[in-house]
């Protein structure tokens, strides 16, 4: 039996410098479907912390870095790890302001059959 799934990424996320500060702020809208890859891309000159609850520090991501998280690409059925409907990823600065660049977030999920 064969489970084919058409691969679907929603529109970049991103925030600019100037507006990661020392509490959370929102990164774009909230996801539309069950998250199965994201990436996340920190262009700042400085380390910024991200939060899947606008509260606590879940991952620090430094200057210069992608880091891609593969939950459940590969996984053709809907059982699995993935993040749920409506996440919302926060950002906020490391302890001083970024002076430049913007983080950046690449959603991916899985859609119907082939």
Known sequence: M???????FEEIRE????????TYGAIGALTTDYTRLFTITNETNLPVY????????HLRIASGVTRMF?????K?????LFLPKGTVFYAR??????GSGL??????????GV
Do not use: C, H, Q
């Open 93 to 98: 600065d490391s302890g001083v302001p970024p």
């Open 76 to 80: 053709a059925r809907d059982d699995g």
């Open 15 to 22: 925030v600019a410098f100037g507006a990661i500060g020392a």
């Open 70 to 74: 593969n939950l459940t690409a590969n």
């Open 103 to 112: 983080v950046a977030i690449e959603v991916m999920y899985a859609s119907g």
């Open 2 to 8: 064969a489970y084919g799934r058409n691969a679907k």
């Open 50 to 57: 991200i939060s899947l609850d606008g509260v606590t520090d």
